[in-house]
DNA sequence: ACGGTGACACCAG
DNA sequence: TCTGGTGCCACCG
């Protein structure tokens, strides 16, 4: 009982391979809303207790966190690094990576297919 | 309905 | 390159 952009956003972040990320722009791309990668995050911070979303997954546009406006997340950064080093996702001494490396990028038939699929 | 807030992105200095 | 300000849009009180 969430509403359909939330729904949306659960259910292409559920999809995202293992090994591939995505950012916030680019989810909300995805979604048809190419500026509003800020209601992504608002969504992620409010995953449902029960949720078997890979959070991880999602990531800032640099590869990483880093700008002033986040702060602390609830599972902590450094929690994310570690999930995304054991899928494979290689990091420098900075704590940053390649994002192109890494970026999940589903056809637009792909993801209709994914959110007409789950989403009803 | 309105204003404040925010797991972001982009541009300017 | 890094920092700060601005734009965006959905959610909450």
Do not use: C
């Amino acid at each position: 009982m969430t509403t359909d952009f939330y729904q949306q956003v659960y259910t292409l972040v559920a999809v995202i391979p293992h090994g591939k990320v995505l950012n916030y722009g680019m989810v909300a791309l995805l979604l048809g809303r190419p500026r509003n990668a800020r209601a992504v995050g608002y969504a992620l911070n409010n995953l449902p207790y029960d949720h078997n979303i890979p959070w991880q997954r999602v990531v800032g546009k640099n590869g990483r966190y880093g700008r002033s406006t986040i702060r602390s997340l609830m599972h902590g950064r450094d929690q994310q690094i570690a999930l995304l080093k054991d899928e494979g996702i290689e990091f420098n001494d900075n704590q940053e990576f390649i994002l192109a490396d890494y970026l999940w990028n589903p056809s637009a038939e792909e993801v209709s297919a994914i959110l007409n699929g789950s989403s009803s």
